[in-house]
């Protein structure tokens, strides 16, 4: 169950070519102050699907050094019946401009089984640099970190593309610049455990890592209409597999129109 919490957090960690200053221009058009979404995550390892785990996405206009942001918070945890077995706390939170999406601060503070991560990420927009502990770093045009990533990733217009066309754009995570892109396969319904959805799928082309084999394996669905909110997310892991299913939300910017039925 080593990192199955963590996987949804840092799901964008993707290879790819850096993005023009072309998404530059990508405005909020997806989501609001208030909105709140829910998670329950499933581990498969021998054929049964069991709720390992949950994690929860926040949005709320705060300010920032005199200035309002959209504050976004990620949550993940580990159930308490598997805490004896891997207990995971972790919290991430990106500030971020309500005008460009281009994030100005990243906080990662990373608890799952012991091993700890507090990662502290300031941005210049103006010199295009990211500074941590470890030192200041020259990062592209429309840099963007984990949450913020997913948050801009939400504002993509899809119509505009053909399935298998891939959308790039870069990210620093781990004082390195990451260029990133998801392969657009289209549009189906998928049915969840909250319900039935039309849905946009996508693959992100994943770096190799210590829980995810490296290529397009993982998954996406995200609902097909102006919100673009997370359904489900599918992937294979070193051992076994994850599910992870949209449960609850609130506050969102539409009506979830994408919704053909609710459990």
Not at 228 to 234: D, S
Request: charge should be positive; proline fraction near 4%; aromatic fraction near 12%.
């Amino acid at each position: 169950m080593k990192k199955i919490i963590s996987c949804l957090l840092t799901l964008p960690i993707l290879v790819g070519a850096l993005a023009g200053d072309e998404f530059c221009s990508i405005r909020n058009t997806a989501f609001t102050n208030g909105e709140n979404i829910g998670f329950n995550i499933y581990y498969n390892v021998i054929g049964l699907y069991v709720n390992a785990g949950s994690a929860n996405f926040s949005v709320n206009i705060e300010p920032l050094n005199n200035k309002p942001v959209y504050h976004i918070v990620g949550l993940g945890n580990s159930n308490s019946s598997y805490d004896w077995i891997f207990k995971v706390r972790d919290k991430y939170e990106s500030f971020i401009d309500t005008n460009t999406l281009q994030p100005y601060k990243f906080l990662r503070n990373v608890d799952e089984g012991g091993y700890k991560i507090n990662e502290n990420v300031t941005f210049n927009r103006q010199a295009n640099t990211a500074t941590s502990a470890k030192g200041t770093f020259k990062v592209p045009n429309c840099i963007q970190d984990v949450l913020s990533s997913i948050y801009y990733a939400r504002n993509i217009d899809f119509s505009k593309y053909k399935p298998d066309d891939k959308i790039p754009f870069s990210m620093f995570l781990d004082n390195e610049v990451h260029g990133l892109y998801i392969k657009y396969l289209g549009k189906e319904i998928v049915k969840t455990r909250y319900g039935k959805f039309r849905a946009i799928k996508f693959k992100p082309l994943l770096v190799k890592g210590t829980i995810f084999q490296g290529g397009e394996k993982m998954t996406v669905w995200v609902s097909d209409d102006q919100n673009h909110v997370p359904l489900r997310i599918e992937s294979p892991i070193v051992v076994g597999s994850i599910k992870v299913d949209m449960m609850h939300y609130q506050n969102l910017r539409y009506p979830l129109s994408a919704a053909i039925s609710l459990k």
